[in-house]
């Protein structure tokens, strides 16, 4: 008799580590404006909380799983987004937009 684990039966894996070193908090939490026509057809995503509203603003609090799905986010917004914090993610937005730009030119 053969002995073996189906790989179809893993429901989900939380981490894998070969330390016995605790794994670190990788959260992501941004802080971002929007305004203009982005404010007609905006929804709440479930990680994120409007923390200041006025009649042309909202100022979001996100916590998203995936850094690559909430760039995307931003940039269907267009130019009707800020984004507050964090730092480093206003560098990788950045670059982003530059190389969109390259590409037209």
Do not use: C, W
Request: glycine residues 2%.
């Amino acid at each position: 008799a053969s002995s073996y684990f189906e790989a179809s039966r893993i429901l989900k894996i939380n981490s894998i580590s070969l330390n016995k070193e605790p794994v670190p908090d990788k959260t992501l939490k941004a802080v971002y404006e929007i305004s203009g026509e982005a404010l007609n057809s905006f929804t709440l995503k479930h990680y994120e909380k409007i923390i200041k509203q006025s009649a042309d603003k909202l100022k979001i609090e996100a916590e998203p799983d995936s850094e690559f799905m909430f760039i995307q986010r931003l940039l269907l917004f267009g130019r009707d987004f800020k984004l507050i914090q964090p730092e480093y993610l206003k560098d990788v937005l950045i670059n982003k937009i530059k190389l969109i730009k390259k590409r037209y030119q």
